[in-house]
Nanobody, 116 residues
Framework: QVQLVESGGGSVQPGGSLGLSCAAS??????????VRWYRQAPGKAREWVAT???????NYAESVKGRFAISRDKAKNTVSLQMSSLEPEDTAVYYC????????WGQGTQVTVSS
């Protein structure tokens, strides 16, 4: 059974940086064969798309994170990362990775808290 697992969340002060990682178990290359997306959900808000990396490594970002976040893929490790910098309190949310055929698989989420 395929599972996506996020890691790397935590607490950081405004202006700080954090890196998130998404790994897959139960599938050898699901994170390389298909596009992978990061989403986030803040308390009381709907889940929103953050970034995408396609199977051929094209990237796209939500306007709110463009220039501050970077999504990348490590084929050797079969992971997808989200490097976040210049973090703002508005970035506080649970971050989820999503991938697989028809965007079938979701991780359990990792909390990111930006606060002074």
């Amino acid at each position: 059974q395929v599972q996506l697992v996020e890691s790397g969340g935590g607490s950081v002060q405004p202006g700080g940086s954090l890196g998130l990682s998404c790994a897959a178990s139960g599938s050898g290359n699901i994170l390389t064969l298909f596009s992978v997306r990061w989403y986030r959900q803040a308390p009381g808000k709907a889940r929103e798309w953050v970034a995408t990396i396609t199977d051929d490594n094209r990237v796209n970002y939500a306007e709110s994170v463009k220039g501050r976040f970077a999504i990348s893929r490590d084929k050797a490790k079969n992971t997808v990362s989200l490097q976040m910098s210049s973090l703002e309190p508005e970035d506080t949310a649970v971050y989820y990775c999503n991938g697989g055929y028809a965007q079938k698989y979701w991780g359990q989420g990792t909390q990111v808290t930006v606060s002074s």
